[in-house]
């Protein structure tokens, strides 16, 4: 499977616990971009990160939530001390970095906070 | 970046074309429209993107206006798989993959 990868698929953490999820671009993609999707709400940009750099932040929260795409591996989105509110599913795409490319996006994963 | 205002739903017969419009009536002269939808808990799928001409593939086809106020996504042929939320999205060149999802239209197809 050549598509965009995520896991964990569904993730449950208790209050104050970590969450890390993580992403997989597809073959020959060096773009990825993270969203969140809050229940019955729509997509939002959180993240823009090209390998070992950020280009774009400015939908993350600015505290608890940081992201990553190391020269090697996937990127890690990690949620510190995780509450309730943060219960959502996360999607993760990628692009080839196309000024039109469109982007490809995986399965998500859902995470929910008890 | 452009607004686009779209219906909240609509239904469509098994077998029938889909028109699904959407209207960005501030859209500038660098913008592009893209229509992406997004199936029951699975990850949004990209469909189609034009910028002043009429654009066919083998999912859909996009008709702009001439004063590319407005644009219609038509599913030539809808399918039961066609279920899913289809959202309008106008998208600067050089903004990369930071996409502005509204809340799209339901489309919910019909035996």
């Known amino acids: 499977n050549a598509g965009v990868m995520q896991n964990p698929r569904h993730l449950v953490r208790r209050r104050g616990q970590e969450a890390r999820l993580r992403c997989s671009p597809m073959?020959?993609?060096?773009?990825v971009y993270w969203y969140r999707q809050l229940p019955e709400e729509g997509l939002k940009f959180m993240v823009y990160?090209?390998?070992?750099?950020?280009?774009?932040e400015s939908g993350m929260p600015k505290e608890r939530f940081s992201a990553e795409f190391p020269k090697e591996g996937p990127s890690i989105l990690r949620i510190q001390q995780v509450v309730r509110g943060d219960s959502a599913a996360y999607f993760c795409?990628?692009?080839?970095?196309?000024?039109?490319?469109?982007?490809?996006f995986g399965e998500g994963s859902r995470l929910t906070v008890l | 970046d452009a607004k686009t205002t779209q219906p909240t739903s609509m239904d469509c017969a098994e077998g029938r074309a889909a028109n699904l419009p959407c209207n960005h009536s501030?859209?500038?002269?660098?913008?592009?429209v893209y229509w992406y939808r997004q199936i029951h808990s699975q990850g949004p799928q990209y469909i189609i993107h034009?910028?002043?001409n009429n654009e066919t593939n083998e999912m859909a086809s996009l008709i702009i206006t001439e004063d590319r106020k407005s644009s219609t996504l038509i599913l030539p042929h809808a399918t039961l798989r066609d279920t899913a939320v289809y959202y309008c999205?106008?998208?600067?060149?050089?903004?990369?993959?930071?996409?502005?999802f509204g809340a799209g239209t339901q489309v919910v197809v019909t035996p």
């Open positions: 999205i106008v998208r600067p060149l050089g903004s990369w993959g930071k996409l502005q």
């Open positions: 795409a990628s692009s080839s970095g196309q000024a039109t490319g469109e982007l490809f």
């Open positions: 501030t859209i500038s002269g660098n913008e592009y």
């Open positions: 073959k020959g993609h060096s773009h």
């Open positions: 034009g910028l002043k």
């Open positions: 990160l090209q390998k070992e750099n950020i280009i774009d």
